[in-house]
């Protein structure tokens, strides 16, 4: 993997982006932009389920209105996260915090798939109220905290070397 990482950064496209005075930063902004989007429609979809808000609507109605703004954060992310990763794969491979990002992440994604597998197949038949299987909140639960785990080592990446 290590040398796939030194190929990928090498590349004429990967090497321009990290040059760039302009781009590299423009895609991480966007990058982040991404973060908002993803987490907040989660976070307003698990407090939902957990009974913490917007208890004047259904769970459905809310998943409704917050997934695909997640699932464009979600795209955003992907698809600059990629981009970013390759003009540093080398640093980002070997860091202790985008390898436990990727993690999480890939936590995140599996508690997704559980959720819409499980729980989620039945949301219009949860009602209004305080209805919400504990299986679903224990899904919004999970959710918040890897959602959030993932944001924090974004953070904790740039402040971390790599460990080649």
Same mark, same amino acid.
């Given at each position: 993997?290590l040398a796939f990482c030194h190929?990928?950064? #090498?590349?004429? !496209?990967? /090497? !321009?982006?990290?040059?760039?005075?302009? &781009? %590299? +930063?423009?895609?991480? /902004?966007?990058?982040?932009?991404?973060? *908002?989007?993803? =987490?907040?429609?989660?976070? *307003?979809?698990?407090?939902?389920?957990?009974? !913490?808000? *917007?208890?004047?609507?259904? /769970?459905?109605?809310? #998943?409704?209105?917050?997934? +695909?703004?997640?699932? =464009?954060?979600?795209?955003?992310?992907?698809?600059? @996260? %990629?981009?970013?990763?390759?003009?540093?794969?080398?640093?980002?491979?070997?860091?202790?915090?985008?390898?436990?990002?990727?993690?999480? /992440?890939?936590?995140?994604?599996?508690?997704?798939?559980? %959720?819409?597998?499980?729980?989620?197949?039945? &949301?219009?038949?949860? @009602?209004?109220?305080?209805?919400? +299987?504990?299986?679903?909140?224990?899904?919004?639960? &999970?959710?918040?905290?890897?959602?959030?785990g993932i944001v924090a080592m974004?953070?904790? *990446? @740039?402040?971390? @070397?790599?460990?080649?």
């Amino acid at each position: 993997m290590l040398a796939f990482c030194h190929w990928l950064q #090498s590349t004429g !496209w990967a /090497v !321009w982006i990290k040059e760039s005075f302009n &781009v %590299f +930063p423009a895609l991480y /902004v966007l990058h982040i932009f991404g973060f *908002i989007l993803l =987490v907040t429609g989660t976070t *307003i979809l698990d407090g939902r389920m957990l009974g !913490w808000w *917007i208890r004047s609507r259904s /769970v459905s109605n809310v #998943s409704d209105l917050t997934l +695909p703004w997640a699932k =464009v954060g979600f795209g955003l992310n992907f698809t600059t @996260g %990629f981009i970013l990763f390759a003009a540093h794969a080398v640093d980002m491979y070997t860091n202790t915090a985008f390898r436990v990002k990727m993690l999480l /992440v890939i936590g995140a994604g599996l508690n997704i798939l559980l %959720f819409h597998l499980t729980s989620y197949r039945y &949301v219009d038949e949860w @009602g209004q109220r305080d209805q919400t +299987p504990a299986s679903a909140r224990t899904t919004a639960i &999970v959710s918040l905290i890897l959602w959030f785990g993932i944001v924090a080592m974004s953070r904790v *990446i @740039g402040f971390t @070397g790599s460990q080649e």
